[in-house]
């Protein structure tokens, strides 16, 4: 059973802090990590990917990779208000057969 | 360029009919993906499509569940007998490939149905 769990929060931060979003997988057989923004009544739209360990910055972007202890993060630099929405991460083995598996996201909401 | 076009963008149907989604991928993209979302959660794998390939259709949630794809470009999900567990939103999604750092999913707007 694949899984990748998050916590569904709210997570609420003061405008202009980090936010710290996190996400655990189940399937070692992933090899891709994907970071979707997806506001109320919208579709999910692409913020990040990452394939390899360590960090991936892009803009206040930061994705961050740890494949041996199945996490992956995000950080938000200078959190806008216009960053409030669900975060949602999903994982994926390649080859596209099993499409890609998502948490449930998390809720975050930046506090002006 | 245009991105993933979806319709109708909201269903409302009664219970037992039988409805059809319709998908446009991003041109160029040969793989193609349908999820579905219901309310407060996560989205759902249903069946990927990569260029005319036959699709495995093992994640499809029932058999009154269906998905073609044209040409290797235009899906069409339908959905027969639906029932009112089959509201969500139904939403696609096409990449360059399958992988190789071409897997990244582009989504479309979705399509809303509700069964009454």
């Known amino acids: 059973q694949k899984e990748v769990e998050q916590n569904s929060g709210p997570l609420s931060v003061p405008e202009g802090a980090i936010a710290s979003l996190n996400c655990t997988y189940s399937?070692?057989?992933?090899?891709?990590f994907f970071w979707y923004r997806q506001y109320s009544g919208k579709s999910p739209e692409l913020i990040m990917f990452?394939?390899?360990?360590g960090d991936k910055e892009d803009g206040r972007f930061t994705a961050q990779l740890n494949k041996a202890s199945q996490y992956v993060s995000l950080l938000i630099r200078d959190s806008q208000p216009s960053d409030s929405a669900t975060y949602l991460c999903?994982?994926?083995?390649?080859?596209?057969?099993?499409?890609?598996?998502f948490g449930k996201g998390t809720h975050l909401i930046i506090q002006p | 360029g245009a991105g993933v076009s979806q319709s109708p963008s909201n269903k409302v149907t009664e219970k037992g009919k039988d409805v059809e989604l319709r998908c446009d991928p991003i041109s160029g993209h040969t793989a193609l993906y349908w999820y579905r979302q219901s309310l407060g959660q996560g989205l759902e794998f249903l069946i990927y499509?990569?260029?005319?390939?036959?699709?495995?259709k093992s994640g499809l949630p029932s058999d009154r569940f269906s998905a073609e794809r044209t040409g290797g470009s235009v899906s069409t999900l339908t959905i027969q007998r639906t029932q009112q567990e089959d509201s969500a939103v139904y939403l696609c999604?096409?990449?360059?490939?399958?992988?190789?750092?071409?897997?990244?999913?582009?989504f479309g707007p979705g399509t809303r149905l509700l069964v009454l």
């Open positions: 990452i394939y390899s360990n």
């Open positions: 499509f990569q260029g005319n390939s036959a699709p495995d």
């Open positions: 999903a994982g994926g083995r390649g080859g596209g057969a099993d499409g890609l598996t």
């Open positions: 999604a096409s990449s360059l490939g399958p992988a190789g750092g071409q897997e990244t999913q582009y």
């Open positions: 399937d070692r057989g992933s090899q891709s």
